[in-house]
């Protein structure tokens, strides 16, 4: 009786350890962040338009459509301030030119995930190839240029297949073409029309990230937002039309539904620091705060 009640105890011990381990390998799971720049989409139109993948990200996260970007809302300033942390009076960036940004002070969010995790596997992919200015030696393992949209989400959707990627960016831009083009307005068939056509590149890439091999061992953020908005055939200025940007979190992490406080446009790389677990050190003197997640 003595020998069967010990043999009973190590095996609801080994039965416990078992579920304690589970528990520990659920935990561990490797936080990783997508971030999808569609350039010059004004929140409004977003909403106008038929995006169903869009609409499953916000409808299932944290949203805000009264977000704000840079007064100066020019593509360079926002998004430097987008991928920094701070405004322009701090990373310098004031045009589309990048003459002398202060990525010194204020480098890329890559370059402080990787100070503090340096085996973190960072990627961009860009359509408009200016967002890599702010980019320094060893930021990331990849700074693709592609020109056209369709080649961003081919390019995207092989990393994600193929790669053991921790943070990926990518910009799409035919939104802000058809708004150069054709005008930023609601009424505006042909850029309606470019954002639907970006929301279904967006379920592509959705798509090729949940069918990755450890998707269900990995806790992926999905941030989606913009640098700027805009009226007529252009932006740049410091009004609604212009700055009002959307900003769209979905994940496990995050608190569903809207965002109540305020969020601005250089909150995106403080939230993805804030999910890849890196300590946010005061001395970074960073602008943005996490947004939408618990």
């Known amino acids: 009786m003595r020998g069967s009640f010990r043999s009973s105890n190590i095996f609801r011990l080994g039965v416990l350890c078992t579920f304690l381990l589970i528990g520990h390998l659920k935990i561990q799971a490797q936080n990783k962040v997508l971030i999808i720049g569609i350039d010059g989409t004004r929140p409004d139109a977003l909403l106008t338009a038929d995006t169903p993948n869009l609409d499953g ?4 996260g944290a949203y805000s459509f009264r977000a704000k970007t840079d007064p100066l809302s020019w593509s360079g300033v926002c998004w430097t301030s987008m991928l920094t942390g701070v405004w322009k009076e701090k990373h310098k960036v004031y045009s589309n030119s990048y003459e002398n940004p202060n990525v010194k002070e204020y480098p890329h969010f890559f370059r402080r995930a990787r100070e503090q995790k340096p085996n973190l596997k960072t990627y961009s992919i860009a359509n408009w190839k200016p967002v890599h200015n702010i980019l320094q030696e060893n930021d990331a393992v990849e700074a693709v240029h592609r020109k056209t949209d369709a080649a961003v989400t081919k390019q995207v959707v092989r990393t994600l297949k193929n790669t053991d990627v921790d943070v990926l960016f990518l910009h799409l831009d035919n939104v802000d ?8 307005a609601l009424e505006n068939k042909k850029y309606i029309s470019a954002i639907e056509k970006t929301d279904k590149k967006v379920g592509e890439i959705i798509k090729a990230l949940k069918k990755r091999k450890d998707y269900e061992k990995e806790n992926w953020l999905i941030l989606v937002s913009t640098d700027h908005g805009g009226s007529g055939k252009g932006h740049g200025k410091d009004t609604p039309e212009h700055t009002t940007i959307f900003y769209i979190a979905s994940g496990k992490e995050v608190t569903q539904g809207e965002i109540l406080k305020e969020v601005n446009v250089v909150d995106v790389a403080v939230t993805a620091l804030k999910h890849l677990e890196i300590d ?13 997640l618990k």
């Open 280 to 292: 946010i050190k005061e001395e970074w003197k960073l602008d943005g705060k996490p947004s939408g």
């Open 177 to 184: 073409h058809a708004g150069h083009k054709y005008g930023y």
């Open 57 to 60: 990200l916000w409808q299932n």
